[in-house]
Nanobody
Framework: QLQFVESGGGSVQPGGSLRLACAAS????????IGWFRQAPGKEREGVSC????????YYADSVKGRFVISRDNTRGMVYLQMNSLKPEDTAIYYC????????????????WGQGTQVTVSS
């Protein structure tokens, strides 16, 4: 089965940091642009950040710009999301998926969804 495996979530206080990791299962990640998406309780899933297959282009939603950094290590088949200065409104399940970079952050263009990793920001 082709899908991603997300990890690195947890509970953190406001202002804290977490680093999420995304690994591919059943296929080679390095050929794909990767997006990070999140879904908060009662809300629709939204695009957070995307990175092109080479890593040369990145996208950030306005809500996370300046706080989150997306990166990838194609030699290890991993994509990361460094999340700093976390806010309670960042609380959500975070997912990674593959799709065309040009369609970021349109989740309907992305595939191979994993189970996600929970991020909770609370004092």
């Amino acid at each position: 089965q082709l899908q991603f495996v997300e990890s690195g979530g947890g509970s953190v206080q406001p202002g804290g940091s977490l680093r999420l990791a995304c690994a591919a299962s059943g296929f080679t990640l390095r050929y794909y642009a990767i997006g990070w998406f999140r879904q908060a309780p009662g809300k629709e899933r939204e695009g957070v950040s995307c990175i092109s297959s080479s890593g040369g282009s990145t996208y950030y939603a306005d809500s996370v710009k300046g706080r989150f950094v997306i990166s990838r290590d194609n030699t290890r088949g991993m994509v990361y999301l460094q999340m700093n200065s976390l806010k309670p409104e960042d609380t959500a399940i975070y997912y990674c998926a593959a799709g065309p970079y040009s369609r970021c952050p349109d989740e309907t263009a992305y595939a191979y969804w994993g189970q996600g990793t929970q991020v909770t920001v609370s004092s």
